[in-house]
């Protein structure tokens, strides 16, 4: 078993060959995890049994370039996925996947579904860890899915009016699908799509089997003895249903090993995530050349500080900031959410001089930080910001 928490798929995309989050069997935040852990049971996702994609057609598979699947995903609109932000953000870093395949009961036959690429990645701004909640992203595709077959469909999300109805309360039964290991440790993915029912748990029940950690109200857990989500299903779904009709209720996220008796999995809370989805999915791309920030004429003291927030719009691919001109030695820094020191930022340059650019890609939607301090004093100094 892993004693450690583990999130539940396989790299981010960018390092695909490295066992890093969601998924895979390296074990995270080991440091947390009590020694007397008792070992988990070696069974299907994990306690499961096949399916198929047209039971479940809002499954999608995010694998590299060359297919290897390393988490999943599920279809809310022809051109958007929702997966969980580990399976994208690795230590701050957004990364695209390789593809998504949509259409496929078997992983094997990723070339008979549809394949699309990604454009751009959006993540729930905050994100630290995945045991520490705001596990979510979206997916915009490069081209929209056919959703007119029976194999490739969206599914509706869980809103706060259908949480508060009790479409997911303590002891409804939801169903988690994926190709994710079928056992905790594991190595080796199935071939064809698995699902398994869990039973939701209250996160007071939840909170009491992870002392050490801190279970937020944008979590969801789920446990059945002997079955659970596992390495490989991150980002995937967790279903309930609603009337007759299946919805989306959570994001395959974390837990401690795999179908352990004493630690439920965990999972995104879709409906914590509502109002971020409509709004990036509704949000419109912002016009070429946005600029955000422009100051002129700044001076400092060695050591000193100027920061300016930024709103950075849904949409953006990049956030670039340059500084220029004057005189002496200031140092750029860019923060998202927080002021930044000189020990905490996403980009600092640290060049001689004045001339520093910050470009960073994919950057989340709300408040980030341009700041400049003086490494001398420094006088003259410009500061841009712009979006694409």
């Known amino acids: ?3 450690g928490q583990v999130v539940r798929g396989w790299a981010a995309a960018s390092v695909l060959s490295l066992l890093v989050v969601g998924c895979g069997p390296q074990e995270k935040r080991e440091e947390q995890a009590p020694a ?17 994609i047209a039971e479940n057609p809002w499954q999608v598979s995010l694998q590299s370039s060359s297919g290897s699947h390393f988490c999943g995903g599920s279809i809310i609109d022809a051109n958007w996925i929702l997966t969980a932000q580990h399976c994208v953000n690795s230590g701050g870093s957004i990364s695209k996947p390789g593809r998504v395949v949509a259409g496929i009961t078997k992983r094997s036959g990723s070339s008979a579904g549809q394949i699309r690429t990604v454009s751009q ?18 997916l ?3 081209s929209p899915l056919d959703l007119s077959g029976p194999n490739a469909k969206a599914i509706p999300i869980v809103t706060a009016a259908d949480a508060a109805a009790g479409v997911t309360n303590p002891g409804v039964i939801s169903r988690v699908t994926g190709w994710g290991t079928l056992s905790s440790g594991s190595s080796s993915l199935p071939d064809t799509l698995q699902t398994v029912d869990v039973a939701l748990l209250s996160n007071a029940q939840a909170q009491s089997s992870y002392p050490d950690e801190t279970i937020t109200a944008d979590q969801l857990a789920a446990a059945s003895p002997g079955k659970d989500s ?8 967790l279903t309930v249903l609603k009337g007759g009709t299946r919805v989306l209720a959570g994001i395959v996220s974390w837990g401690y090993g795999c179908a352990d008796a004493q630690y439920p999995g965990l999972y995104g809370r879709v409906s914590s995530f509502e109002s971020w989805i409509n709004s990036t999915i509704n949000g419109t791309t912002p016009p070429p050349g946005t600029t955000l920030l422009e100051k002129t004429g700044l001076s400092g003291a060695s050591g000193s500080f100027t920061h300016f927030a930024i709103t950075v719009p849904a949409g953006a691919a990049t956030l670039t900031v340059v500084q220029s001109g004057g005189t002496g030695d200031s140092d750029l820094y860019v923060r998202q959410g927080s002021q930044p020191t000189t020990t905490a930022y996403n980009c600092r340059p640290y060049t001689s001089g004045n001339a520093e650019t910050c470009t960073l890609n994919s950057p989340a939607a709300g408040t980030w930080y341009v700041s400049v301090r003086g490494y001398t004093s420094f006088s003259g100094v410009s500061v841009k910001a712009t979006v694409p």
Not at 36 to 52: C, F, M, R
Not at 121 to 138: C, S
Not at 230 to 237: E, L, R
């Open 1 to 3: 078993m892993l004693s």
């Open 36 to 52: 007397e852990a008792p070992a988990s049971t070696a069974q299907d996702i994990v306690g499961g049994t096949n399916t198929t």
């Open 121 to 138: 990645v959006f993540v729930v701004p905050g994100y630290v860890d995945a045991n520490i909640g705001k596990d979510a992203a979206l």
């Open 140 to 142: 915009k595709l490069s």
């Open 230 to 237: 596992c390495q490989g299903d991150s980002g995937g779904p």
